[in-house]
Every structure is written in structure tokens, then in C-alpha cells.
């Protein structure tokens, strides 16, 4: 365990930072070409509020985790966060920076009364799900996931 990490909202000068871990997920998932989002994009979107996003900052200010997140809407059961990714510098991984991240993640959605929160794992991701299996997460079989790419 690390104590000496700071959890925190991003800024704007920390995005070389952030998209290069969104890279590292990418090549870790086996799917390095479907990451193609510019760094360039991922800001203008920042300022957009289309996400939000909280670091996990070592002492020597180097980014090593974060949590990618934006908010929703269920017609069921009102304020939703669709938690999109955790990801954790592989140098870094095992040393509870990500359920540091997951728990900060947690606070901020009961401080602002968040009725669900959702998250996709990839079947054959087993650290993850073991991961997500500790808070008692749920796995809602009962839904296909779907999705539609436009053109670029």
C-alpha cells in the first residue's frame, strides 16, 4: 500500500499524462488501434465537461493512476456515473492505487447523491473483476452490451 499518494481532480496540464496511461490500457487490452482519440481531442472534450476525471499524483508529481468517469442519466433510478476506466501505471499496479482511485470515486458519489454507479469488465480480465468483486459489485447478466462506431 502507498501512502504517499494524492488523489485528485485533473487539470489541464496533466493530459500528456493522462492520454498516455489511456494508452497503456490500450496496448495492455491488446488493442492498440482502436485507441484513437487525439490528445488534442481528450482536452477540447475535457472542456466540454463531457468526462471527469480524478489522478492518482505521486510525491515527485508524476501521474501513475486515473479515474475516467462521466455522469448519466437512468430513467429508473435518476443519477448514474459510468465509470469508463481505472488504470494504473504498470510500474505501479498492486500497490492499492487503484482502489484508492475506486474508493475517491465512491465518495464523490455519495456526496453528490449518485443513485448507481456502472462499469464494464472485460471477460478475460481477471484482475479486474477479482478487483471489483471485493466491493461487492454486482454482474449484471442480464444485458448485452451494444454499440455503434461513426465514421471518422
Known amino acids: 500500500m502507498v501512502s504517499n499518494i494524492r488523489i ?3 487539470e489541464q496540464n496533466d493530459f500528456d499524462s493522462v492520454w498516455s496511461l489511456i494508452h497503456q490500457l490500450a496496448i495492455y487490452e491488446k488493442a ?3 485507441h484513437i482519440t487525439t ?3 481528450l482536452l477540447e472534450d475535457w472542456n466540454n465537461k463531457l468526462f471527469q ?3 492518482a499524483e505521486n510525491t515527485g508529481n508524476q501521474i501513475i493512476g ?3 468517469f462521466n455522469t448519466a442519466y437512468s430513467t429508473w433510478v435518476g443519477k448514474t456515473i459510468y465509470l469508463e476506466d481505472i488504470i494504473v501505471d504498470e510500474n505501479f499496479r498492486r500497490l492499492g492505487i487503484g482502489k484508492r482511485l475506486f474508493d475517491e470515486l465512491l465518495q ?3 456526496e453528490h447523491k449518485i443513485k448507481s454507479l ?3 469488465a472485460l471477460d478475460w480480465n481477471t484482475p479486474a473483476i477479482d478487483f471489483y468483486k471485493k466491493f461487492d459489485a454486482i454482474q449484471d447478466d442480464g444485458w ?3 454499440k455503434i462506431f461513426f465514421n471518422q
Do not use: A, D, S
Open 8 to 10: 485528485r481532480f485533473v
Open 32 to 34: 492498440e488501434e482502436k
Open 39 to 41: 490528445l488534442k481531442e
Open 53 to 55: 476525471c480524478l489522478v
Open 66 to 68: 486515473i479515474c475516467f
Open 108 to 110: 464523490y458519489c455519495k
Open 118 to 120: 456502472r462499469w464494464q
Open 144 to 146: 448485452l452490451n451494444y
